[in-house]
């Protein structure tokens, strides 16, 4: 075993006092692997427990920190249940006394002494006559205050890993900021950091765990997330300053294949589908490299412009690279496009991802290498270090807010400089666009194909929930395919999960029992979610219940009414991604949101989707309804390399940061002065994959 005498912040946490490999392995579940990360793992809220009340002034069910010091003790079996422990303590400060019990806890009976002074935190309740408070939490008064962590204060509360209290985590997090945070090199300029306000980072990291008062966890919060988009558009401004006339594929783009593909599809392609496409084309046929953003609302068609794109690589003798985020959208991709190509002569077109057997696979992969294969469609197989193209014209990424950043550098890794074209069905407001994507040129599909009928949307309570069950079996009975679709929230992820299976055991048996019922959810393995969604697909199934797991592209064009269920726990984009799986077809569509929140926020959200169809007009209520000061959480927009920052709410300090890095980025390309060394390796060991973005000269 390796000795870490000297340890630093990439230490491993199994290397701390108190951390065997068993809760290493505890923490890794909740990604925290080096000490680092511990100080990285905020909380998730926070108890103002600084107010301290007098003992005579306690009343039935308040919520109370107390300070007094223990009169007597004394440990008893319950006279009902003999191996039931309870532990009694009594306590005073200058103003009365109060009783204290503890359930099942005798070994507090040696860790209070009588006379010494302690901190209670919890609710006093009535127990015949008398006031008493039950299983409170503790601290002990040291000479050392610092000590006090649970009460008396700020209290942090954690989204825990397994297998820990709040009160030993606090602990760990406590030992951690002690010992490390005079390690902690702040890797922000001075300069930026006086200019813009910013908490030092030290300083940071001990007021996000451990708040003096609230305003210091704000400000201490406002430098954490300046510090995440800040890495983020200084990543940015890198690679666009490295890309700056770069050289890369002069594509032919005029050549017949594009042509005879639009000659043989079914439809005439949208204005707004001809217009981007001539973006693209003109971008492909500069020698200089592509790095395009094809926004459009779901539905809006981008596949096909996707497609365009492809062949014009293609008809020049280049591959082209089509990855999708998830092997149902890849397998969809691929039959809807395979089948469009038919008619036009010698493209092999082919699927790889991960459940492909081994055989396919290589076969597959030895045409990608010989440039066989023209159009390869897949999942993050295509990342594989055996997938080796041999001329790579153009990467396609679709529905890009699945990716990081540094999944889609890799793939452009793959070719010697190939185009490359990012889609994505999460509108986002032009200017908000330009911030997260500063590196890419954006095309914007802002029509839906003719004959499409808007959704209509109803809002229900609980109580109305019936009328949402009739419109779906008047649909069902017409012929049609429904969504019943439940949410699934991280911190009670197997509970939740219990709630769809539970809901289709109970609707299969009862309400739908006429239908053909099916479920499907994150849990399954993803060859078996492939099947339940072949089969309702293929019409084998009349009704799908469902988590959040349909909200990426699949098409089913007789699905024709959605119901969410608790639709106030979902956020606003996300809603609107789930009701672009109806309305795909010709026949009119439904979408029933359930819920009965009173929030203002809620409503408003639920209303925004009644009133608006538009992709890019939900966005911006999204921001109006959202607004600044959400606090953590909200890992909605997607984007991998933001933890705590929220682009949507936090405009004005994204700006802020924007603007940090450009000139930083103008100043010093290659950030090679030696104020800026700390935050070169900062970014490189975030975004390793860009080390030579920084190193080369
Ligand atoms: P998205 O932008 O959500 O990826 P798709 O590319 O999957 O949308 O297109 C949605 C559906 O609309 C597909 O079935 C596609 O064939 C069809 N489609 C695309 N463009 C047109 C058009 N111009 N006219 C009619 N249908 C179209
Ligand atoms: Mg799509």
């Known amino acids: 075993m390796v000795e870490y005498k000297q340890k630093d912040l990439q230490t491993p946490v199994r290397y701390l006092k108190g951390i065997g490999p068993k809760r290493a392995e505890n923490f890794a579940k909740s990604s925290i692997y080096t000490i680092e990360d511990l100080l990285y793992f905020f909380p998730r809220r926070y108890e103002d427990r600084t107010n301290i009340s007098l003992i005579k002034d306690l009343k039935e069910d308040m919520l109370v920190t107390i300070k007094a010091r223990v009169l007597a003790k004394g440990s008893r079996q319950s006279f009902r249940n003999r191996r039931f422990n309870i532990f009694e303590m009594a306590v005073s400060d200058d103003t009365g006394k109060i009783p204290c019990i503890w359930f099942n806890q005798p070994y507090l009976k040696d860790y209070f002494q009588v006379d010494s002074e302690v901190i209670l935190h919890g609710k006093v309740e009535r127990y015949g006559k008398i006031l008493q408070i039950s299983n409170p939490e503790f601290e002990m008064v040291s000479e050392d205050n610092a000590e006090v962590l649970s009460v008396g204060r700020i209290v942090p509360v954690y989204s825990l890993p397994p297998g820990l209290s709040q009160r030993v985590f606090r602990k760990f997090i406590k030992h951690v900021l002690d010992e490390f945070l005079p390690k902690v090199n702040d890797f922000l300029p001075?300069?930026?950091?006086?200019?813009?306000?910013?908490?030092?980072?030290?300083?940071?990291?001990?007021?996000?765990?451990?708040?003096?008062?609230?305003?210091?966890?704000?400000?201490?919060?406002?430098?954490?997330?300046?510090?995440?988009?800040?890495?983020?558009?200084?990543?940015?401004?890198?690679?666009?300053?490295?890309?700056?006339?770069?050289?890369?594929?002069?594509?032919?783009?005029?050549?017949?294949?594009?042509?005879?593909?639009?000659?043989?599809?079914?439809?005439?392609?949208?204005?707004?589908?001809?217009?981007?496409?001539?973006?693209?084309?003109?971008?492909?046929?500069?020698?200089?490299?592509?790095?395009?953003?094809?926004?459009?609302?779901?539905?809006?068609?981008?596949?096909?412009?996707?497609?365009?794109?492809?062949?014009?690589?293609?008809?020049?003798?280049?591959?082209?690279?089509?990855?999708?985020p998830t092997e149902i959208l890849a397998k969809q991709h691929y039959e809807k496009i395979k089948s469009q190509i038919v008619n036009l002569k010698q493209i092999e077109i082919c699927l790889l991802t991960s459940s492909i057997d081994k055989k396919e696979k290589e076969r597959i992969q030895q045409h990608i290498r010989e440039g066989k294969a023209d159009l390869v469609i897949g999942t993050h197989a295509l990342l594989e270090g055996a997938v080796q193209f041999k001329k790579l014209g153009l990467v396609v990424i679709d529905e890009q807010h699945k990716f990081g950043v540094g999944q889609r550098a890799l793939l452009g890794q793959k070719g010697i400089s190939p185009d490359v074209l990012i889609m994505t069905a999460t509108p986002i407001p032009r200017t908000l666009a330009i911030t997260l994507y500063g590196d890419l040129d954006i095309s914007i599909i802002n029509e839906l194909p003719p004959g499409r009928m808007p959704i209509k949307t109803f809002s229900f309570t609980l109580d109305e929930r019936k009328k949402a069950y009739a419109l779906c079996k008047e649909q069902l009975d017409a012929g049609h395919q429904v969504f019943l679709v439940y949410p699934v929230i991280e911190e009670s992820y197997l509970l939740d999960m219990e709630g769809a299976k539970k809901m289709f055991e109970k609707l299969?048996?009862?309400?739908?029992?006429?239908?053909?019922?099916?479920?499907?959810?994150?849990?399954?393995?993803?060859?078996?979610?492939?099947?339940?969604?072949?089969?309702?697909?293929?019409?084998?199934?009349?009704?799908?219940?469902?988590?959040?797991?349909?909200?990426?592209?699949?098409?089913?064009?007789?699905?024709?009414?959605?119901?969410?269920?608790?639709?106030?726990?979902?956020?606003?984009?996300?809603?609107?991604?789930?009701?672009?799986?109806?309305?795909?077809?010709?026949?009119?569509?439904?979408?029933?949101?359930?819920?009965?929140?009173?929030?203002?926020?809620?409503?408003?959200?639920?209303?925004?989707?009644?009133?608006?169809?538009?992709?890019?007009?939900?966005?911006?209520?999204?921001?109006?309804?959202?607004?600044?000061?959400?606090?953590?959480?909200?890992?909605?927009?997607?984007?991998?390399?933001?933890?705590?920052?929220?682009?949507?709410?936090?405009?004005?300090?994204?700006?802020?940061?924007?603007?940090?890095?450009?000139?930083?980025?103008?100043?010093?390309?290659?950030?090679?002065?030696?104020?800026?060394?700390?935050?070169?390796?900062?970014?490189?060991?975030?975004?390793?994959?860009?080390?030579?973005?920084?190193?080369?000269?």
């Open 508 to 697: 299969k048996a009862g309400e739908f029992k006429k239908y053909r019922v099916g479920l499907i959810h994150g849990k399954l393995k993803q060859p078996e979610q492939d099947g339940i969604m072949l089969k309702f697909k293929n019409q084998e199934l009349d009704l799908l219940i469902s988590t959040t797991v349909l909200e990426v592209g699949i098409d089913i064009p007789a699905a024709t009414c959605m119901i969410v269920e608790h639709a106030e726990r979902f956020g606003l984009s996300q809603l609107h991604q789930l009701r672009g799986r109806v309305g795909r077809g010709s026949a009119e569509s439904f979408c029933c949101l359930v819920s009965d929140s009173q929030t203002a926020e809620a409503k408003a959200r639920v209303n925004a989707m009644v009133n608006y169809n538009d992709g890019f007009r939900i966005a911006e209520e999204d921001l109006k309804i959202r607004g600044p000061g959400e606090f953590f959480g909200s890992r909605q927009h997607g984007l991998t390399e933001l933890r705590i920052a929220n682009p949507l709410t936090q405009m004005q300090l994204l700006k802020k940061a924007r603007e940090e890095a450009i000139k930083l980025v103008q100043l010093d390309a290659r950030l090679a002065l030696r104020q800026n060394l700390a935050l070169k390796q900062k970014l490189i060991q975030r975004f390793p994959e860009y080390e030579k973005l920084m190193t080369v000269a």
């Open 190 to 324: 001075f300069n930026i950091r006086t200019k813009n306000n910013l908490l030092n980072l030290a300083k940071s990291l001990l007021e996000i765990h451990f708040p003096q008062n609230l305003d210091l966890q704000k400000q201490a919060f406002r430098r954490l997330c300046f510090e995440e988009f800040f890495l983020f558009e200084s990543l940015l401004m890198l690679r666009k300053s490295a890309k700056v006339g770069k050289q890369g594929i002069t594509h032919n783009t005029q050549g017949n294949l594009p042509k005879e593909f639009l000659e043989n599809l079914p439809f005439k392609l949208t204005a707004s589908q001809k217009k981007v496409i001539a973006e693209i084309a003109y971008d492909m046929a500069r020698p200089q490299v592509m790095q395009r953003l094809l926004q459009g609302d779901v539905g809006s068609g981008k596949t096909v412009v996707a497609v365009v794109a492809g062949l014009m690589a293609i008809q020049g003798g280049y591959q082209v690279a089509f990855m999708a």
